[in-house]
C-alpha cells in the first residue's frame, strides 16, 4: 500500500459525460501528479499541483481541469468525455524532501471507460 | 522539452536469462533518472533512481541500471530473472528541482517459468 488513495477504481459512462476523478495524498505529501495511460500513449503527464498551486503542465487536454485543495487531496475533471479518453488514471504524491528528485508514490489508478 | 524512449515494448524470457531494459532520455542539462515498476494488480513502484555519483545504481530485488552520459542512457539489468519478475518497468526523468517528471511508454517484461 503506497498510501495515496484513488476513488472510484472503475468507471463507466457515455461520450459527452463529465466525471470527477479523486486522489488523498500520502500523509504529508504536498505535491499530487496526475497521469493518464493508455496502451498506445504509455504513461503520459497531465497536471502537478504543489501545496494547492499548479506547479507544472504536461499534455493536458482543455476538456480536463484539476485542482488541489486546502486539504491537500486533488481532483481531476473530465468533460465532454470522447472515446479516446478511455484509460487509466493514476494520481501520484511527493513529499516536502522529495519535490522535484521524482521519488512518487502511486495509487492504484481510477479506470476510465468511455463508451 | 524532456522526454523517455524505452527501445521494447515486449520482452519475453525464460527463468535465470540475463536481462537488459533500454532506456534513452533526451535533455541538455543535469537529470534525475529512475526505473519504476508496476507488478499485475500492483501500482508504481520505484525500483531504482540516479540523482549524481557512481554511475551503477542498484535497486530491490537484484536490478540494476547504469548511467551513461554520452549515450543519454539509463539501461536496466538483472543477471537472473525470476518468474516474480514479471511486470511493466517505466523509465523516467527529470531536472533536479524541476517538477515535471516523464515516463517513458513502459516494456511489458513476461518471465516464462
Known amino acids: 500500500d503506497s498510501g495515496v488513495t484513488q476513488t472510484p477504481k472503475h468507471l463507466i459512462t457515455a461520450t459527452g459525460q463529465r466525471v470527477t476523478l479523486r486522489c488523498s495524498p500520502r500523509?504529508?505529501?504536498?505535491?499530487v501528479y496526475w497521469y493518464q495511460q493508455s496502451l498506445d500513449q504509455g504513461l503520459q503527464f497531465l497536471i502537478q499541483?504543489?501545496?494547492?498551486?499548479?506547479?507544472a503542465k504536461g499534455n493536458i487536454l482543455e476538456r480536463f481541469s484539476a485542482q488541489q485543495f486546502p486539504d491537500l487531496h486533488s481532483e481531476l475533471n473530465l468533460s465532454s468525455l470522447e472515446l479516446g479518453d478511455s484509460a487509466l488514471y493514476f494520481c501520484?504524491?511527493?513529499?516536502?524532501?522529495?519535490?522535484?528528485?521524482?521519488?512518487?508514490?502511486f495509487g492504484e489508478g481510477s479506470r476510465l471507460t468511455v463508451l | 522539452a524532456q522526454s523517455v524512449s524505452q527501445h521494447n515494448h515486449h520482452v519475453i524470457l525464460s527463468e535465470a536469462a540475463s536481462l537488459e531494459l533500454g532506456c534513452n532520455y533526451s535533455?541538455?542539462?543535469?537529470?534525475?533518472l529512475f526505473w519504476y515498476v508496476q507488478y499485475p494488480g500492483q501500482h508504481l513502484q520505484l525500483l531504482l533512481k540516479?540523482?549524481?555519483?557512481?554511475?551503477l545504481v542498484k535497486g530491490i530485488k537484484g536490478f540494476e541500471a547504469e548511467f551513461i552520459k554520452s549515450k543519454f542512457s539509463f539501461n536496466l539489468r538483472k543477471p537472473s530473472v525470476q518468474w516474480s519478475d514479471t511486470a511493466e518497468y517505466f523509465c523516467?526523468?527529470?531536472?533536479?528541482?524541476?517538477?515535471?517528471?516523464?515516463f517513458g511508454k513502459g516494456t511489458r517484461l513476461h518471465i516464462l517459468p
Open positions: 501520484a504524491s511527493s513529499g516536502p524532501g522529495t519535490r522535484g528528485t521524482g521519488e512518487l508514490f
Open positions: 500523509s504529508g505529501d504536498l505535491s
Open positions: 499541483y504543489y501545496n494547492g498551486e499548479e506547479r
Open positions: 535533455y541538455g542539462g543535469t537529470v534525475n
Open positions: 540516479y540523482f549524481s555519483g557512481d554511475p
Open positions: 523516467a526523468v527529470n531536472a533536479p528541482r524541476d517538477d515535471k517528471i516523464i
